[in-house]
């Protein structure tokens, strides 16, 4: 079983900055990618930006430039640095991880947190 936990969301005002952090655990032969979501107020749900374990990253248009995906030491933590953060940002952040729990495709798993709320105020 893989658990996916988020934290470090929060309010500030436009032009802010915040950090959200998540950590991926349990059962974990390889983790392949990990990916930030978010959902806002009547939106669908849309990825900001996705760093695999080969080393590619990739950013929705919208946050190129004020976002920064990066993983951690171990490699089961992702981070996003946000900053110059605006009020249409406001949004569920949610981490997406996609991965195996075993040497085989039946061991795949995509998973997901329980989101972090993001508010920034103009």
């Known amino acids: 079983q893989v658990r996916v936990v988020e934290s470090g969301g929060g309010s500030v005002q436009a032009g802010g900055s915040l950090t959200l952090v998540c950590e991926v655990s349990?059962?974990?032969?390889?983790?392949?990618?990990m990916r930030w979501y978010r959902q806002g107020p009547g939106k669908e749900r849309d990825m900001v930006a996705q760093s695999t374990s080969g080393g590619s990253i990739t950013y929705a248009d919208s946050v190129k430039g004020r976002f920064t995906i990066s993983r951690g030491d171990a490699m089961n933590t992702v981070y996003l640095q946000m900053n110059s953060l605006k009020p249409e940002d406001t949004a569920v952040y949610y981490c997406n991880a996609l991965g195996y729990s075993g040497p085989g495709s039946q061991f795949v798993f995509d998973s997901w947190g329980q989101g972090t709320q993001v508010t920034v105020s103009s």
């Open positions: 349990g059962s974990i032969f390889s983790l392949n990618a």
